[in-house]
């Protein structure tokens, strides 16, 4: 992870219904290269699932920290060329061309 670290986002002070659309306003405003901390109270693998979902392959995820009581992640906006590696570029970009 070599991504300059942009913002530190704290969540614990969130109403939980409004911390999934704050974290990934924060996540689309960085620039491919930079990166925000997230500080949370639970461990926010479903965050990371519903990321892979609206943002396939175009971020890093890694533990800082894991619980009991505290978990701090970094997650780093992936420069395009390494997001589309990761993503499993496809010849015609959306399958368009089945045969």
């Given at each position: 992870?070599?991504?300059?670290?942009?913002?530190?986002?704290?969540?614990?002070?969130?109403?939980?219904?409004?911390?999934?659309?704050?974290?990934?306003?924060?996540?689309?405003?960085?620039?491919?290269?930079?990166?925000?901390?997230?500080?949370?109270d639970?461990?926010?693998?479903?965050?990371?699932?519903?990321?892979?979902?609206?943002?396939?392959?175009?971020?890093e995820?890694?533990?800082?920290?894991?619980?009991?009581?505290?978990?701090?992640?970094?997650i780093?906006?992936?420069?395009?060329?390494?997001?589309?590696?990761?993503?499993?570029?496809?010849?015609?970009s959306?399958?368009?061309?089945?045969?």
């Amino acid at each position: 992870m070599t991504a300059t670290v942009t913002s530190t986002l704290d969540v614990r002070q969130i109403a939980p219904r409004e911390r999934h659309s704050t974290i990934f306003a924060c996540f689309d405003s960085l620039q491919p290269g930079q990166a925000m901390r997230l500080v949370n109270d639970h461990d926010p693998r479903p965050l990371r699932y519903q990321l892979d979902e609206r943002s396939p392959g175009q971020f890093e995820w890694a533990y800082l920290e894991a619980g009991p009581e505290l978990w701090r992640v970094q997650i780093d906006k992936l420069e395009a060329s390494a997001a589309k590696k990761a993503g499993g570029d496809s010849c015609c970009s959306g399958g368009a061309c089945a045969g």
